[in-house]
């Protein structure tokens, strides 16, 4: 199998922290720090509806959840 995009997250907050390639079958041994998993990110559709997942993002419940839109600027 290739390599795929992971987000690295925060058990806690399940705010995503980083973003990885990894081969998951080719190196199933990685140990994570303490209090942080990894969730594999869906393929992209050919819309690339999920190209912007990535840091910000939180994974909460089983679903990615979006970061709030920033408050406008003067």
């Known amino acids: 199998m290739a390599a795929q995009e992971y987000g690295l997250y925060n ?5 995503i922290e980083n973003i990885i390639t990894w081969d998951a079958q080719a190196s199933p041994d990685v140990t994570w720090p303490v209090g942080y998993a990894v969730i594999m990110f869906p393929v992209p559709t050919t819309q690339g509806t999920w190209s912007v997942l990535g840091i910000g993002w939180s994974y909460i419940n089983g679903q990615f959840v979006e970061p709030p839109n920033p408050n406008p600027t003067e």
């Open 11 to 15: 058990t806690s907050t399940g705010l």
